[in-house]
């Protein structure tokens, strides 16, 4: 995909929290990270991206939970190891894929006290959209 614009393809505002995410491809189990997440999807930097469309089963590792957080999502776009900057790494954007609404409402309030606990209230709040407390 040509256009490297991030954020005309970002249907919420994302965080610049590090994770390890566990996936397989073909016959082999890669680990590789996140750069940033929202409650919709998360970048994964990897210089092996999967094909745009592609849906596939992965483990967020996070710190807070004794197991890795399994979790679907699907390829939204790629960033090439040729198209990369040092702004832009190689990788792929992942959408969430649900499979309830609970599923759904569990992974946001996730990604939201992740943002919490490493941005704080104020700048995380900003990032959600919500109004300061006062």
Do not use: C
């Not at 016959?27 to 930097?45: H, P, Q």
């Not at 089963?57 to 957080?69: C, G, K, R, S, W």
């Not at 190891?81 to 759904?104: H, K, N, V």
């Amino acid at each position: 995909m040509a256009d490297n614009s991030q954020s005309d393809r970002r249907d919420a505002s994302r965080a610049p929290i590090e994770l390890k995410v566990e996936y397989r491809r073909l016959n082999g189990f890669f680990a590789d990270y996140t750069r940033n997440i929202s409650k919709g999807g998360t970048f994964i930097k990897t210089q092996r991206p999967l094909d745009l469309g592609t849906e596939f089963i992965f483990a967020l590792v996070v710190p807070t939970l004794a197991q890795p957080l399994r979790l679907r999502g699907t390829v939204q776009w790629i960033v090439s190891q040729e198209q990369a900057t040092e702004d832009s790494p190689a990788g792929m954007g992942i959408r969430f894929l649900y499979a309830s609404d609970q599923e759904r409402h569990g992974v946001e309030s996730l990604v939201e006290q992740l943002m919490i606990a490493e941005l704080g209230e104020s700048l995380s709040g900003r990032l959600l959209g919500r109004p300061p407390r006062g």
